[in-house]
């Protein structure tokens, strides 16, 4: 099973979290089957954990960049920092990166990872707009919950990889294939008629197989309607995650590593997946 995610920090009936199921239908299709909502961070944890096997794209950040780690006096071992980072509050590591902002230049106040220039990402480290800093902090540790491996970052002791969590990053793909229009709004005023055009331009782009990914996402009817009908854009992110995840499944070599990975990330930071 192939699995896209769309992720919250804070899910909700209004913002739950949205995952994409999907298999590979041959070596240029990923199949769309359906899709699952969830509004609690642990529903969804023990859902991951409860399933026999699968392959997922996440969007959220898996790492913290390491020059924010070393300034900090944070573990430098992946593991050890995650379970640190999980032991804050919010609060703390407001605090902490916003102090880290403060000392440092306009025009530089943010740390990045290696990944983020090629992936056109934001700061792991940034804590609004978006909030991926929290979405690491809910997100990374439940995934290591459920008994997921993260390639390049954490393989379970005694464990295969029967489920295995990659980064992705809808953005990548999304610019890829329509630029650097808008598909999506949470604010209901400004989920116009260009932002409904953009979207149709992304589906019809998936479904004709664009972008240099060679994989074309396959759906019916109803479920392009419901794509196309969702202006908040969480359905059309899991897809595009979940394409992501086809991407890097098609690549795992036969001793279960790889997933298209450069092999020199950065063992603390990571890597998003196509970047």
Request: aromatic share 8%; hydrophobic share 45%.
């Amino acid at each position: 099973m192939l699995l896209g995610c769309d992720f919250s920090s804070a899910p909700s009936r209004r913002k739950p979290i949205v995952v994409a199921l999907g298999h590979a239908e041959d070596t240029a299709t990923i199949r769309l089957d359906g899709f699952a909502h969830f509004t609690s961070l642990d529903d969804w944890a023990d859902w991951l954990g409860a399933q026999p096997q699968w392959v997922g794209g996440f969007d959220l950040p898996f790492g913290l960049p390491r020059e924010l780690v070393e300034q900090l006096g944070w573990p430098l071992e992946w593991r050890a920092l995650i379970d640190h980072y999980a032991g804050l509050e919010r609060a703390e590591i407001r605090l902490a990166f916003a102090a880290f902002c403060a000392a440092r230049p306009v025009g530089g106040k943010f740390a990045h990872r290696a990944t983020d220039g090629p992936a056109g990402s934001s700061p792991s480290m940034k804590w609004v707009n978006p909030p991926v800093a929290f979405m690491l902090h809910a997100g990374v540790p439940r995934l290591l919950r459920a008994g997921a491996a993260l390639p390049g970052l954490h393989a379970p002791l005694g464990a295969g990889s029967a489920l295995v969590a990659l980064e992705a990053y809808p953005g990548l793909l999304a610019r890829e294939l329509i630029g650097r229009r808008s598909y999506k709004s949470d604010t209901v005023a400004a989920q116009s008629a260009g932002r409904a055009d953009a979207r149709r331009d992304l589906l019809d782009a998936l479904a004709a197989g664009k972008g240099r990914l060679g994989l074309r996402l396959a759906f019916d009817d109803a479920q392009r309607a419901l794509l196309q009908a969702d202006a908040k854009g969480d359905g059309i992110d899991a897809a595009l995650c979940l394409l992501q995840a086809g991407w890097g499944a098609a690549r795992r070599d036969s001793a279960g590593h790889g997933f298209g990975l450069p092999p020199e990330i950065d063992p603390l930071e990571g890597w998003i997946l196509t970047a």
